[in-house]
C-alpha cells in the first residue's frame, strides 16, 4: 500500500518556524520526487512549494517561500521535511505531500512546468498549518 503521510502542522504566530514531516512508504523512494503543496481554504491548490528529487537531493522551492523553506530527505527513513521559517500569515493553508515518479527530461524544467501537479503520482492528506498575525 502506497502512502504519504504528512505530520508536523499546527498554530504558529508569525515570524515562528515550523518542521513539516512526509513519510513514504509503498513504492520505490529513490525512483520518485517529493513534493510539497499548500491549499488555502477555499482556494485552489497552489503550485509546488518545494520539492526534493530522493536519488541526488536536488531541490527546487518557488520564490514566494524561497530563503524561508528548506527541504531535506532522510533516505533512510524514507522520510521528506519542510523546514519552514519565518512564517507569514499568507503560509497558513493545508500542506500535501505529493510524490511523482522522475522524468527523463530536465529536472528543473520539469518542477517549473505548469504540469508538475498533474504528474504527482500519489498524494497525502495534508497537515494544517496556520499562522497567527
Known amino acids: 500500500e502506497v502512502q504519504l503521510q504528512a505530520s508536523g502542522g499546527g498554530l504558529v504566530q508569525t515570524g515562528g518556524s515550523l518542521r513539516l514531516s512526509c513519510a513514504a512508504s509503498?513504492?520505490?523512494?529513490?525512483?520518485?520526487?517529493i513534493g510539497w503543496f499548500r491549499q488555502a481554504p477555499g482556494k485552489e491548490r497552489e503550485g509546488v512549494s518545494c520539492i526534493t528529487r530522493s536519488d541526488d537531493g536536488s531541490t527546487y522551492c518557488r520564490d514566494s517561500v524561497k530563503g524561508r523553506f528548506a527541504i531535506s530527505s532522510d533516505n533512510g527513513k524514507k522520510t521528506v521535511y519542510l523546514q519552514m521559517n519565518n512564517l507569514k500569515p499568507e503560509d497558513t493553508a493545508v500542506y500535501y505531500c505529493?510524490?511523482?515518479?522522475?522524468?527523463?527530461?530536465?529536472?528543473?524544467?520539469?518542477?517549473?512546468?505548469?504540469?508538475?501537479?498533474?504528474?504527482?503520482?500519489?498524494w497525502g492528506k495534508g497537515t494544517l498549518v496556520t499562522v497567527s498575525s
Open positions: 509503498g513504492f520505490t523512494f529513490d525512483d520518485y520526487s
Open positions: 505529493a510524490a511523482g515518479l522522475n522524468p527523463d527530461t530536465s529536472w528543473y524544467d520539469w518542477v517549473n512546468s505548469d504540469e508538475l501537479v498533474d504528474d504527482m503520482d500519489y
